[in-house]
């Protein structure tokens, strides 16, 4: 036997090195398993894989309502999103909001009314408190223009 080949038998990995190498993983294992958590979250909540349900409509006025809608893509939590309707135009989504399974029974208790030509709703969502959607006013970035309070037409 030469003195290389004897070198290299005697040449081990220290016993640590697997422990390091597994500990090192960790990180990249724990990335991909929430990435693949985000991936499945996300494709639950698809538009066209789960769909929003009609719960209620509240007619504000002649002119407006208030639509709440409803979808369960995932066994444990609701989504429930409120959107303004005027006169047949496209729905306005103001807010959506998820629901734990706990309170899917007791729903989101809400109010809407009209302020200064705009819609306001605000949303009861326990033990958080109140949540207040507002329709944007003109504009706002939107796109959307609100009604002019002093508009009679």
Do not use: Q
């Amino acid at each position: 036997m030469t003195d290389a080949s004897a070198a290299a038998a005697k040449k081990k990995s220290p016993w640590w090195l697997p422990i390091v190498v597994i500990i090192g993983a960790l990180p990249a294992v724990f990335a991909i398993v929430i990435f693949v958590f985000i991936l499945r979250y996300g494709w639950a909540h698809e538009e066209s894989r789960c769909p929003f349900h009609d719960v209620e409509t509240r007619v504000l006025d002649e002119h407006a309502s208030v639509v709440e809608d409803a979808r369960r893509c995932m066994p444990e939590v609701e989504e429930h999103r409120w959107s303004v309707v005027r006169d047949g135009a496209a729905p306005l989504e103001l807010g959506r909001m998820p629901l734990e399974e706990e309170g899917v029974t007791d729903g989101f208790p809400w109010t809407a009314r009209i302020e200064g030509g705009r819609v306001v709703i605000d949303v009861t969502n326990e033990p958080d408190g109140i949540f207040t959607l507002r329709e944007p006013g003109v504009d706002a970035g939107t796109g959307h223009t609100a009604p002019d309070p002093d508009d009679d037409d």
